[in-house]
């Protein structure tokens, strides 16, 4: 629930706002279901009232508990000029001495009630305005709207505000309003018949613009992407939203945010409380200091060593950075997701105050910054910004460019602990199957093969130890291509099933030249449709975490799994002894987090099916796991990517076919070099 805003000069039966929400019928069950299981909901805690108009009739048709008043001799015709002026009348006649404040919005608006509040709490109520984003049609519609120069309206789509005064005046003489319409626009001639009889036009503020946001980029679908950027953060309303769905989004968005402020400030009384503690130098506090307490800093970590140095990434609109064997790259995508919320967070600091002071200073570019992850405190970022000082009230008015450096810091918040519904760990931290209602299912592994029979062994040791005599549920199906090694890969197989009679192992042997997709499409005919398919490499090892985050992460119908495997150096190029070599230490010099590999992927076959399976007219190396996975990000599902450090792709040399495809012939030579040793190996080869 919102914290009440109340102002003391309110008397205690005088409502602060009375929003009318204008609908259509065939709204009353998708739009406004989720209007008012939503921001709606809340709006008694700002001490206002939501109502929402619709045609004559319409009661009937009202979700439960939904207020809807249908107005008499009103129709759902477009554009709904009767209906706002109606609308604007009831408010009028019911409710014109109950409330300070009175707006018109849309079903398909979204409404910051805390942001409302406190926007209206510093009005003058008692004077007559007109609030909302001031407009003048569009370029074809200008002089054919009967305005006159300096004249605009409020645009009705992202909402307006009438004070009392204003509503007051404009009540009476609505009805003579309606017979003399001059356009088809209604928010145009609300706007006119309001300058009549109030006296008073749409406000020219220039943050009007941006309270009041209205997205005519993309008006069909809206607040569909990303909602971190400072034009949502900044409105006080949202329009518009056309999809249910999408409200109920937002609501949540706007919640964990509140979260987020909440929890800054728990963070802020701790740090007071450790300032306090090292003043009193209290050792018996009742407070017990940890890293949140501490103040913000650079210097929170002193390294002992240079190993312990905490290297920045330097950044600009190409990113520059000694750790990567690229030296000048584009900027990461979860980088610059992470940069652009920290500039919107530190432009929403500047600006907290920038009605008092009549001016806002917007965000340009990154000239330049630094940024690095400390592992024991959160994200340390210096950037230097530009941006634009816009000054908008007194006499000199102007807009000039600013520089300014920032040091910001992200903290970690406390440490959350969720419970697994399939494991517990045992005194030695091993993962465990724990008997529930809801068994964990089995995981279908599918490996194609050609060749290479001794990785398979090492693959099938892997196999016996972790699922044949582990808790795990898991079936094997291996797709044998021709090699001469088949017939004793087919008697290992036959070996471990004797030995373990309820262990699921199959071989099916395939025609033809090696092709990975071709061999995982076969592999996954062979299970149903609620079957969990994990397509995996002979070359990977596993555990029995890693493949319970198989079972947890693909979730049918919903996420498919494509796990970051870590994926080994060559083990010759970081030490010398077989003892060293058979070692994974998880390292710079040891490997690397393969990012760019989807060939490994959990999920299940029906979800498979709905994007129609791998192209099995590539063939050879690679491209196939690429294509599925673009296929998979088209669809209506969550691809879910996390790094996995207990699934590891062991070294081996790669030969590439000239006579690849061209695409799949550099792909191979990518990967090929990628696997050669980390950047400062190879630099300490070669210098």
């Given at each position: 629930m919102?914290?009440?805003?109340?102002?003391?000069?309110?008397?205690?039966?005088?409502?602060?706002?009375?929003?009318?929400?204008?609908?259509?019928?065939?709204?009353?069950?998708?739009?406004?279901?989720?209007?008012?299981?939503?921001?709606?909901?809340?709006?008694q805690?700002i001490?206002g009232?939501?109502?929402?108009?619709?045609?004559?009739?319409?009661?009937?048709?009202?979700?439960?508990?939904?207020?809807?008043?249908?107005?008499?001799?009103?129709?759902?015709?477009?554009?709904?000029?009767?209906?706002?002026?109606?609308?604007?009348?009831?408010?009028?006649?019911?409710?014109k001495?109950?409330?300070?404040?009175?707006?018109r919005?849309?079903?398909?608006?979204?409404?910051?009630?805390?942001?409302?509040?406190?926007?209206?709490?510093?009005?003058?109520?008692?004077?007559?305005?007109?609030?909302?984003?001031?407009?003048?049609?569009?370029?074809?519609?200008?002089?054919?709207?009967?305005?006159?120069?300096?004249?605009n309206?409020?645009?009705?789509?992202?909402?307006?505000v009438?004070?009392?005064?204003?509503?007051?005046?404009?009540?009476?003489?609505?009805?003579?309003c309606?017979?003399?319409?001059?356009?088809?626009?209604?928010?145009?001639?609300?706007?006119?018949?309001?300058?009549?009889?109030?006296?008073?036009?749409?406000?020219?503020?220039?943050?009007?613009?941006?309270?009041?946001?209205?997205?005519?980029?993309?008006?069909?679908?809206?607040?569909?992407?990303?909602?971190?950027?400072?034009?949502?953060?900044?409105?006080?309303?949202?329009?518009p939203?056309?999809?249910?769905?999408y409200?109920?989004?937002?609501?949540?968005?706007?919640?964990?945010?509140?979260?987020?402020?909440?929890?800054?400030?728990?963070?802020?009384?701790?740090?007071?409380?450790?300032?306090?503690?090292?003043?009193?130098?209290?050792?018996?506090?009742?407070?017990?200091?940890?890293r949140?307490?501490?103040?913000?800093?650079?210097?929170?970590?002193?390294?002992?060593?240079?190993?312990?140095?905490?290297?920045?990434?330097?950044?600009?609109?190409?990113?520059?950075?000694?750790?990567?064997?690229?030296?000048?790259?584009?900027?990461?995508?979860?980088?610059?997701?992470?940069?652009?919320?920290?500039?919107?967070?530190?432009?929403?600091?500047?600006?907290?105050d920038?009605?008092?002071?009549?001016?806002?200073?917007?965000?340009?570019?990154?000239?330049?910054g630094?940024?690095?992850?400390?592992?024991?405190?959160?994200?340390?970022y210096?950037?230097?910004?530009?941006?634009?000082?816009?000054?908008?009230?007194?006499?000199?008015?102007?807009?000039?460019?600013?520089?300014?450096?920032?040091?910001?810091?992200?903290?970690?918040?406390?440490?959350?602990?969720?419970?697994?519904?399939?494991?517990?760990?045992?005194?030695?931290?091993?993962?465990?199957?724990?008997?529930?209602?809801?068994?964990?299912?089995?995981v279908?592994?599918?490996?194609p093969?050609?060749?290479?029979?001794?990785?398979?062994?090492?693959?099938?040791?892997?196999?016996?130890?972790?699922?044949?005599?582990?808790?795990?549920?898991?079936?094997?199906?291996?797709?044998?291509?021709?090699?001469?090694?088949?017939q004793?890969?087919?008697?290992?197989?036959?070996?471990?099933?004797?030995?373990?009679?309820?262990?699921?192992?199959?071989?099916?042997?395939?025609?033809?030249?090696?092709?990975?997709?071709?061999?995982?499409?076969?592999?996954?005919?062979?299970?149903?449709?609620?079957?969990?398919?994990?397509?995996?490499?002979?070359?990977m090892?596993?555990?029995?975490?890693?493949?319970?985050?198989?079972?947890?992460?693909?979730?049918?119908?919903?996420?498919?799994?494509?796990?970051?495997?870590?994926?080994?150096?060559?083990?010759?190029?970081?030490?010398?002894?077989?003892?060293c070599?058979?070692?994974?230490?998880?390292?710079?010099?040891?490997?690397?987090?393969?990012?760019?590999?989807?060939?490994?992927?959990?999920?299940?076959?029906?979800?498979?099916?709905?994007?129609?399976?791998?192209?099995?007219?590539?063939?050879?190396?690679?491209?196939?796991?690429?294509?599925?996975?673009?296929?998979?990000?088209?669809?209506?599902?969550?691809v879910?990517?996390?790094?996995d450090?207990?699934?590891?792709?062991?070294?081996?040399?790669?030969?590439?076919?000239?006579?690849?495809?061209?695409?799949?012939?550099?792909?191979?030579?990518?990967?090929?070099?990628?696997?050669?040793?980390?950047?400062?190996?190879?630099?300490?080869?070669?210098?």
């Amino acid at each position: 629930m919102l914290t009440p805003v109340l102002d003391p000069r309110l008397d205690p039966g005088d409502g602060l706002v009375l929003i009318g929400v204008m609908t259509a019928r065939k709204f009353l069950n998708d739009r406004i279901s989720a209007l008012y299981a939503t921001w709606a909901k809340d709006v008694q805690s700002i001490r206002g009232k939501v109502l929402i108009f619709s045609s004559a009739g319409s009661e009937p048709h009202a979700p439960k508990g939904v207020p809807v008043i249908g107005l008499p001799g009103v129709d759902d015709t477009y554009p709904p000029q009767k209906k706002s002026f109606m609308m604007l009348k009831y408010m009028h006649d019911y409710y014109k001495d109950k409330y300070r404040f009175f707006m018109r919005a849309d079903d398909d608006v979204y409404i910051k009630l805390d942001k409302l509040a406190n926007f209206l709490h510093s009005i003058n109520g008692s004077q007559a305005l007109f609030i909302g984003q001031a407009g003048l049609g569009t370029s074809d519609e200008i002089g054919r709207m009967n305005l006159k120069p300096g004249e605009n309206f409020c645009m009705g789509g992202p909402g307006m505000v009438l004070t009392r005064s204003t509503l007051n005046r404009v009540g009476p003489h609505i009805n003579e309003c309606v017979k003399n319409l001059y356009t088809s626009h209604e928010d145009v001639e609300v706007g006119r018949c309001i300058r009549k009889f109030a006296g008073v036009s749409c406000t020219w503020a220039y943050e009007m613009s941006k309270l009041f946001f209205n997205n005519y980029k993309q008006p069909q679908s809206s607040f569909s992407h990303s909602l971190r950027n400072g034009e949502i953060h900044n409105a006080m309303t949202l329009h518009p939203i056309k999809q249910p769905a999408y409200q109920f989004r937002m609501h949540r968005y706007f919640l964990k945010l509140k979260s987020q402020g909440i929890r800054q400030k728990k963070l802020r009384l701790r740090r007071q409380i450790f300032a306090m503690d090292q003043e009193l130098k209290d050792r018996d506090s009742f407070y017990s200091p940890s890293r949140l307490g501490i103040p913000p800093s650079l210097m929170k970590t002193v390294p002992k060593t240079k190993e312990e140095v905490l290297d920045f990434e330097y950044i600009t609109t190409q990113q520059l950075s000694g750790r990567n064997s690229n030296p000048k790259r584009a900027m990461e995508r979860h980088l610059r997701e992470g940069v652009d919320y920290t500039v919107m967070q530190v432009m929403e600091m500047i600006n907290i105050d920038a009605r008092q002071r009549g001016r806002t200073i917007d965000f340009k570019e990154i000239l330049y910054g630094y940024c690095r992850l400390n592992p024991l405190h959160g994200a340390d970022y210096v950037l230097d910004l530009l941006m634009v000082y816009r000054k908008h009230k007194g006499k000199h008015k102007r807009t000039v460019p600013v520089r300014r450096h920032v040091y910001v810091q992200q903290r970690f918040g406390d440490v959350q602990f969720t419970e697994d519904p399939y494991v517990v760990s045992s005194p030695e931290l091993t993962p465990r199957l724990v008997p529930t209602s809801a068994s964990p299912p089995t995981v279908n592994f599918i490996v194609p093969l050609a060749g290479r029979f001794q990785t398979f062994l090492r693959f099938m040791r892997n196999f016996e130890e972790v699922c044949l005599r582990g808790d795990i549920r898991a079936s094997l199906s291996i797709l044998l291509f021709p090699d001469s090694d088949n017939q004793k890969m087919e008697n290992h197989v036959n070996e471990l099933r004797q030995r373990y009679s309820s262990g699921d192992m199959r071989v099916i042997p395939m025609s033809g030249a090696f092709s990975r997709g071709r061999g995982l499409q076969e592999g996954s005919n062979l299970f149903g449709d609620n079957s969990l398919l994990f397509f995996i490499d002979v070359d990977m090892s596993f555990d029995a975490a890693s493949l319970l985050r198989v079972q947890l992460n693909a979730i049918q119908g919903l996420q498919v799994y494509y796990p970051v495997v870590f994926s080994q150096y060559d083990p010759s190029s970081r030490c010398d002894t077989a003892a060293c070599q058979t070692k994974t230490p998880y390292d710079d010099d040891g490997g690397y987090w393969r990012q760019f590999g989807f060939g490994i992927a959990a999920m299940y076959n029906s979800d498979f099916k709905a994007v129609h399976g791998f192209d099995v007219s590539i063939e050879g190396w690679g491209k196939e796991d690429v294509d599925l996975y673009e296929r998979f990000l088209a669809q209506n599902v969550t691809v879910f990517r996390a790094v996995d450090p207990g699934l590891v792709h062991n070294f081996h040399r790669i030969v590439c076919d000239p006579g690849l495809d061209a695409a799949q012939y550099q792909m191979c030579l990518g990967s090929k070099a990628a696997t050669l040793a980390s950047a400062r190996r190879l630099g300490e080869v070669v210098l």
